[in-house]
């Protein structure tokens, strides 16, 4: 891996998102611990995931980390009972009204260090009052940020660049936080950039396929391939994803193939899911990437419920080494991180708040990956989603390191993606990363964007191209070779979409099946009705499908 420095720039917000008529979803304790209990069977709890222990893994933390906000940890030590302690970057204990009155915001992130001096200068640690105050927050007579002469200041997180619309590496300014970061080595770039370029054809080719009816849905990744294929090149394999239904670039670069794509979306015999789902809710066991579900912000608790049993599995395994060399180069690789993707639409549902609280306050290894591509269908993420800022923005009020990164920069998305898989796996806490990003395409091919918003097309944000550049640049990537790979996935997606529709359908039994061990009475009355219905009204079934 090739270790270079760079800096942080800053770039131009673009606003975000809100679910017309979707009532949000209550997460209950329930929902959780069945998810748990889905994942865990009846492992018990490891007495290792006592607070105390947890705590102090939590408080390790990388010393260049861009990552906003310090983990807590809680001291025995407190003459408050009730008052938590923080812990500052140097890894040591502060009470709650000396460790800075901005979130704990390193001096890297979005609040200056000179905020940082004046409000912690302006408290007083001895005060039992300040000490006892339940929030991260010092007394102050400053009116730095909030209600200020009629005005609300409230800190901007700025976004993560590598690489300039060009692709051209941007230049280094000086500051360090980058010191250390791992960037992507010619192989692993070159497998990066085909893996985006071939979703790029697939997609248009699949999509095109579905306007003709060969199949009923389809959705593209369009604008997001950076966002989607470079995070998960940052992930290992044994990590588990869970995601929304536009990361199809995850599953490809796990070895999902076109003919895989297309056997999905066909619903035929060779989709491992049974041709039960609609087309684009993939799933594959093998690949550690869960089955896709429809309603929006399910898999954010569920993927908090799955990283503490991941978390209670591996410290069962590797107890000793997890507590006490955590940052031993081995230990780490054997510890697994859930990554969640979803879009800043779907932040909207009270599963997102729930989900951040829990994996913070449970300590779970999550890297929360946000798409910010400005919409949710036909509505615009900002000021109709949101009004603060953004969805990095929330991380800090949970506890959550977040940070916000260009999401159409597959260098700065695999950087910034890698070190918080690290950490997650290292300290056993969670990270949020903002990709913001733009979706080019409609929504679905049930949608037409042109109803709402200006052409896409027009908007310069196309980041396979802009990859390719930063390759060419590097003397890794041509344009001969650009040509012969694109007319290599043109050929392979035809010739799997030829296939999936010559593949036979499962037989409509196929629906009542993997339920129960054995058959009830009551379910075999009911696939009996259905078979009988179907062979009286057969131009009722989908096509091909066996009535049997
Ligand atoms: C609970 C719920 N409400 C509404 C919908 C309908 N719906 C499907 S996708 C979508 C927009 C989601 O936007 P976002 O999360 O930003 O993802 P994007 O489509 O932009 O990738 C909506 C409202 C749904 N599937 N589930
Ligand atoms: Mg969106």
Redesign the pocket.
């Known amino acids: 891996m090739m270790l270079i420095r760079r800096r942080w720039i800053k770039m131009s917000h673009n606003g975000i998102?809100l679910?017309p008529g979707?009532g949000a979803?209550s997460f209950s304790t329930d929902t959780f611990l069945n998810s748990m209990s889905m994942v865990l069977g009846n492992i018990i709890a490891h007495p290792s995931l006592s607070r105390g222990q947890a705590s102090s893994s939590s408080s390790q933390s990388h010393s260049h980390s861009p990552f906003s906000h310090s983990p807590l940890s809680h001291s025995p030590l407190s003459p408050f009972s009730h008052v938590r302690y923080f812990t500052n970057d140097e890894g040591t204990s502060s009470p709650s009204g000396g460790g800075g009155g901005n979130g704990g915001a390193s001096s890297s992130s979005d609040v200056s260090s000179e905020e940082e001096e004046d409000s912690s200068s302006s408290s007083s640690s001895n005060d039992p009052l300040s000490a006892a105050l339940p929030v991260r927050a010092n007394y102050t007579t400053q009116r730095r940020a909030g209600y200020a002469g009629g005005k609300f200041i409230a800190p901007v997180m700025q976004v993560l660049r590598l690489t300039d619309e060009q692709g051209k590496p941007v230049e280094e300014s000086g500051e360090d936080v980058l010191d250390g970061s791992v960037f992507p080595d010619a192989n692993t770039a070159v497998k990066l950039y085909k893996t985006m370029a071939r979703l790029q054809v697939m997609d248009a080719i699949f999509y095109e396929a579905q306007r003709q009816a060969r199949f009923s849905f389809y959705m593209t990744s369009a604008g997001e391939e950076a966002t989607v294929v470079a995070s998960a090149a940052a992930l290992h394999d044994e990590d588990v994803i869970y995601a929304?239904?536009?990361e199809q670039g995850a599953l490809m670069w796990r070895g999902y193939t076109c003919q895989d794509f297309a056997d999905q979306c066909y619903s035929n015999e060779r989709d491992p899911n049974k041709g039960r789902q609609m087309p684009i809710h993939y799933g594959d066991k093998h690949k550690n990437f869960v089955t896709i579900s429809?309603?929006?912000?399910t898999q954010l608790p569920q993927a908090v419920g799955h990283a503490y049993a991941l978390r209670m599995e591996d410290d069962g395994l590797v107890a000793s080494r997890r507590l006490d060399v955590s940052d031993d180069a081995a230990g780490e690789q054997h510890r697994r991180v859930v990554a969640c993707y979803?879009?800043?639409?779907?932040?909207s549902?009270g599963d997102f708040h729930a989900a951040l609280n829990m994996s913070a306050t449970l300590d779970t290894p999550v890297v929360f990956l946000c798409?910010n591509?400005g919409?949710?269908?036909s509505t615009p993420?900002w000021p109709e989603q949101y009004k603060g800022d953004g969805i990095a923005g929330r991380g800090g009020s949970y506890g959550v390191r977040s940070i916000r990164v260009d999401g159409n920069d597959a260098v700065a998305v695999y950087v910034a993606v890698s070190q918080a898989r690290a950490e997650a796996a290292e300290t056993g806490t969670p990270r949020l990363l903002e990709l913001m990003t733009y979706?080019r395409g409609h929504?679905s091919t049930s949608d037409d964007s042109t109803r709402y918003r200006g052409k896409a097309s027009e908007i310069a944000r196309e980041p396979v191209g802009r990859f390719a550049a930063y390759l060419k640049g590097l003397g890794w990537w041509s344009d001969d070779e650009d040509a012969e790979w694109r007319a290599e996935c043109r050929a392979e997606a035809i010739d799997a979409l030829r296939e999936g529709e010559s593949v036979s359908k499962p037989p409509i039994s196929g629906l009542f099946e993997d339920v129960y061990k054995d058959m009830p009475w009551n379910i075999s009355r009911q696939l009996d009705e259905t078979l009988a219905h179907a062979k009286r009204f057969p131009e009722e079934v989908p096509h091909g499908v066996p009535l049997h």
């Open positions: 998102l679910l979707c979803l929304q239904y536009r429809s309603p929006l912000g979803f879009g800043e639409g779907a932040a549902e798409r591509n919409w949710a269908i993420a979706r929504h």
